[in-house]
Each structure stands twice: as structure tokens, then as C-alpha cells.
């Protein structure tokens, strides 16, 4: 929720979140309860229904050059939220004048430098953020359970693990998976 709140996402704010996964599912619900304008960008079409669900206004299918284009110079804020490296530009060109990309999500090898004349046309920002303060994480859980805001989880037994781990390498999680300590042996 930190970069939404710092970035003044709202009532009139058009945010797009990029990737509906653990940290993306969640950006979409915080934005909506915000009142922000919520776009979601994803490679697959499958998950526009699930972002819909979540909160997300619009789901535009990142890989088709006609969606991102009727999205170009529109939102003002992005929170991308993949952890792999991946091009920034087309996601530069659905920023407004003075719009802002933050990166959330740490990719194991840098992003491509992105292009410069839209940033300097456009005066657009590239960003980085992470977790609040202690009293932001607060806040934002003080704000979650007034809006009944949590994340979608599947409950797995320890035993999971390996297929977990396969299931990930798929990408078929919905959106965390999350450990059954009780039922850990020893």
C-alpha cells in the first residue's frame, strides 16, 4: 500500500498494477479501496475475470499492441509488481504527463534501461519502492481491516512442497501459498 499512498492514489487517480500475482492481486484490492481508477496489465487474458473479482476497472492484455495503445498516455501511476526482467517501454507509454512507474517487484537480473525521450517529453518518473515505515505497515493494516482487504491464499500441507514449487514454475498460484505449520512433523 506504500507507493499507492505515497503516489496518491485516490478518487480520480487512474493506476495501472502490472501482474496479478501475490504482490499484484493485492495492489489491485488496496488501489480500488483507495477509489483509484484500477488497470490491470497482464500477459494472460485467463485473468481477467479473477482481476475484476479483485477490484481491477479494466485488464488489459500486455502482449497485444492494440490494448496498450488504447490505453497510451492515460494512468498516472504504475505499480509493477513482476520479478522477472521485462521491457518497461510499453508501460512508460500508458503514463499521462508527470505519470510514474514504481518498480515493486526485485528481478534477479536488471531491467533494460528504458527509453529516454518519453521520460523527457512526457516528464515521467521511474521509481522503486518497498515496504513502509513501521507506522505505514501499521496504517496499512489498520486500513485493511476496515475495508476486510486480505490476500486470496491456498493452505497447503508441508508434504506440497515439491509440487508447489512446480505449480509456481507454471504460474498457478492463486495468489499465495501458505504453509500449514500445524501440520509439520518432525
Known amino acids: 500500500m506504500y507507493p499507492l499512498v505515497h503516489w496518491k492514489a485516490g478518487p480520480g487517480v487512474k493506476v495501472g498494477v502490472v501482474g496479478l500475482g501475490g504482490l499484484g ?4 484490492k488496496l488501489a480500488a479501496a483507495l477509489g483509484a ?4 496489465f497482464t500477459r494472460s487474458p485467463d485473468k481477467a475475470a479473477d482481476a475484476k473479482r479483485l477490484g481491477a476497472h479494466r485488464v488489459v492484455v500486455s502482449t497485444d499492441e492494440a490494448e496498450m495503445a488504447e490505453v497510451a ?15 518497461l517501454d510499453p ?19 536488471p531491467h533494460d534501461a528504458p527509453a ?4 523527457v517529453l512526457r ?11 513501521m507506522k505505514e505497515m501499521e496504517d496499512m493494516l489498520a486500513f485493511c481491516a476496515r475495508h476486510a482487504i486480505g490476500a486470496d491464499i491456498e493452505l497447503i500441507d508441508p508434504t506440497e512442497i515439491e509440487t508447489v514449487f512446480e505449480r509456481m ?15 509439520l512433523t518432525a
Open 73 to 87: 498516455c492515460g494512468l498516472d501511476l504504475i505499480v509493477d509488481c513482476v520479478a522477472v526482467p521485462h521491457d
Open 91 to 109: 508501460y512508460l507509454a500508458t503514463l499521462s504527463v508527470d505519470g510514474s512507474l514504481v518498480l515493486a517487484g526485485i528481478p534477479e537480473a
Open 123 to 133: 516528464r515521467l518518473s521511474v521509481a522503486g519502492t518497498s515496504i513502509g515505515s
Open 25 to 28: 492481486h493485492m495492489a489491485v
Open 37 to 40: 481508477e484500477v488497470t490491470l
Open 116 to 119: 529516454v525521450t518519453p521520460m
Open 169 to 183: 514454475a507454471q504460474g498457478d498460484v492463486k495468489y499465495r501459498f501458505v504453509i500449514d505449520m500445524g501440520k
